[in-house]
């Protein structure tokens, strides 16, 4: 009997570990066919082309009213700052350098700016002064000059970021000729208070450079993510997939035996450019799936009477078919291009645009479908 009871219990634990056995084991899935890749990033890659002239990081050759300091904590940049102190009674504080060699600024007059970080302890004291930039090493040769008078209202206790183009209409050129830019060795920073200060006040100087004058955003004409208000010959279709920007791109069909496509829009709202004829340029991305088909005819139409042929800039596309290849191509076209095309009108009102027309032929009617695309139409300053 206890036998029995022994191969009874024996024939239940091999039972039971034959059906653990036969579990099936979970394993996590590898398969991540269900990822999508982050979406690609079009942001454009912001490159610093600035020129230091002087980084602050040590008082060697500054003059100031009393002695500079070289101050280590609170500094906009590097290592520290440049401290002046104005004394109990005094009225008048000054920043000044002739730089151990000259800097060439790498712009011009049109394209660049002076920056730098200037701290001020209380600026209900500041009356007036100038901020003078020469070639010369002289404050009053070769230079060019800001009058503090229009900066103070601008600035506030605390640190101050000035940002002084050497285009702005108040900036003050001497009469020789101006600055070198490609040779700069002498700056000057000076001003007076009200009167004389009841407390000692402390003023700074951080990373002074120069550098070019960053242009402005571009306006969006048309994004193409929609087909809203676009007319093509057929149906226009929003892809998305391929695009060169956003969410789609808008595709018209060339139908086999035809010979003519336009895309064609006008605007919900006419748009500022913010640019004029010599600074502006238009952008957009066309796909053309066969070059060799195309006429050397058609025009790209920009106006601002909701109409292409008045108010109208245009560019002849006899002239851009040749540099196109199959795929999409940005186009860059300048408003002061010598073959760009205006309307004896006056031209487009480039504060108020609202209509656009893209036109083309092939050189004979297609044997097969021919899907054109264009995508973000953009004004830009060239």
């Not at 000259?102 to 049109?110: A, I, Q, S």
């Not at 040769?141 to 800001?146: D, H, P, Q």
């Not at 139908?255 to 496509?261: H, I, V």
Request: charged letters at 20%; proline letters at 7%; a negative charge.
């Amino acid at each position: 009997m206890k036998l029995i009871k022994i191969m009874m219990a024996c024939s239940i634990f091999v039972i039971a570990l034959a059906a653990i056995s036969c579990q099936k084991v979970q394993y996590k899935s590898r398969d991540t066919s269900y990822l999508k890749p982050p979406p690609k990033d079009t942001t454009p890659v912001v490159i610093d082309t600035s020129v230091v002239i002087d980084n602050c990081d040590v008082v060697d050759g500054w003059q100031v009213v009393g002695s500079p300091v070289e101050v280590t904590t609170g500094q906009k940049e590097g290592k520290g700052f440049l401290q002046a102190t104005l004394a109990t009674g005094q009225s008048f504080e000054q920043f000044i350098k002739t730089l151990p060699a000259p800097v060439n600024t790498k712009v011009t007059l049109g394209t660049g700016e002076l920056k730098f970080w200037f701290y001020v302890q209380d600026v209900s004291q500041l009356k007036d002064g100038q901020i003078q930039f020469s070639s010369a090493g002289d404050p009053d040769k070769n230079r060019i000059g800001w009058p503090l008078a229009t900066i103070i209202p601008t600035l506030k206790n605390g640190w101050n970021l000035l940002e002084l183009k050497f285009s702005d209409p108040g900036a003050e050129i001497t009469g020789d000729g101006g600055p070198d830019l490609t040779a700069m060795n002498f700056i000057k920073i000076f001003f007076n208070t009200t009167g004389n200060v009841a407390t000692a006040q402390n003023y700074g100087l951080d990373d002074i450079r120069v550098a070019a004058i960053p242009p402005p955003p571009p306006v969006e004409i048309d994004n193409c993510d929609a087909i809203d208000g676009w007319q093509v010959v057929g149906t226009p279709v929003e892809v998305t997939t391929g695009q060169k920007e956003g969410k789609g791109f808008l595709q018209a069909t060339l139908a086999t035996g035809q010979n003519f496509e336009q895309f064609i829009k006008t605007l919900a709202a006419p748009v500022n450019t913010t640019e004029t004829i010599a600074t502006g340029q238009l952008q957009l991305w066309l796909y053309v799936p066969d070059v060799s088909l195309l006429k050397l005819d058609g025009q790209i139409q920009f106006s601002s009477a909701g109409d292409p042929d008045k108010n109208r800039i245009g560019w002849p596309l006899a002239t851009i078919i040749p540099t196109l290849k199959n795929g999409w191509n940005h186009l860059q076209l300048n408003f002061n291009d010598p073959g760009a095309q205006i309307t004896g009108d006056g031209g487009p009102d480039l504060t108020a645009m609202n209509f656009i027309k893209i036109f083309f032929d092939t050189s004979a009617n297609v044997t097969s479908d021919q899907n054109y695309g264009i995508d973000d139409i953009k004004v830009v300053a060239k």
